[in-house]
């Protein structure tokens, strides 16, 4: 009577058994870090580029602050400094461009400066000023523009290095060479070649928002530069 019972127990425990043997025989999937993955590139390669990458952000979100502080104007400045003019109050037009911190102030308030003279010397004078407030929002615009390019090279030169490394391992293996030492040259290959991709695409992309940016602020600069050479020639 108790004997099939026995039985049964015994068949269930043999196959838990066999499962838990099936299950001790498949693979563990490996996982790999971020770390992990940007220490298999080499230091010598990921260092620059870790460096770049810092450099690059950093030059980008002070740059971005700054042209987006540049582009903004009050639109009641060009009607009060108008206003100003017509008067004849200049002192006061001097005033407001001083009050008014940005490239559009500074830029009229050269050109009021020169109120009086030729207006043609007044436009040289005001075109000059505008030169200079562009130069200095382009700074630091060409060395986001070499990461962009540079990058990718640092990339690549760890891939050279890693496949010289790969290559050298098969040749000291001879015919006996496992494919667990070459694992390490071709990783730092083809890690190295993605993380100077990534880098030079922020970069690029980075550089080419930025310059968007600072040409909304020269045509912005050039329409301020027209609509106040309009009021001078106006008759008195």
Request: aromatic share 6%.
């Amino acid at each position: 009577m108790f004997k099939p019972f026995f039985l049964q127990i015994q068949v269930a425990s043999d196959s838990i058994a066999s499962a838990t043997s099936e299950t001790n025989d498949l693979p563990v999937e490996e996982t790999l870090s971020v770390l992990e993955l940007i220490a298999g590139g080499g230091w010598y390669i990921m260092g620059p580029l870790a460096i770049l990458s810092v450099i690059a952000i950093g030059i980008f979100i002070e740059r971005f602050l700054l042209i987006r502080k540049a582009n903004k104007v009050d639109p009641k400045f060009m009607d009060q400094i108008k206003d100003f003019i017509s008067d004849g109050k200049i002192d006061a037009a001097k005033s407001l461009c001083d009050q008014t911190d940005g490239p559009f102030s500074r830029m009229i308030h050269k050109g009021i400066k020169r109120i009086g003279k030729p207006l043609s010397d007044i436009n040289t004078a005001i075109e000059n000023d505008g030169r200079l407030e562009v130069s200095k929002l382009e700074s630091n615009l060409a060395t986001l523009a070499t990461i962009a390019g540079a990058a990718p090279m640092i990339g690549f030169l760890g891939t050279v290095i890693g496949m010289i490394n790969t290559f050298h391992e098969m040749n000291a293996g001879g015919n006996s060479v496992e494919i667990s030492a070459l694992a390490g040259g071709i990783m730092q290959a083809m890690v190295t070649t993605a993380a100077g991709l990534v880098i030079g695409i922020i970069a690029y992309v980075g550089y080419n928002m930025l310059v968007a940016k600072v040409e909304k602020v020269i045509n912005k600069m050039e329409a301020t530069t027209i609509e106040f050479m309009d009021v001078l020639q106006e008759p008195a």
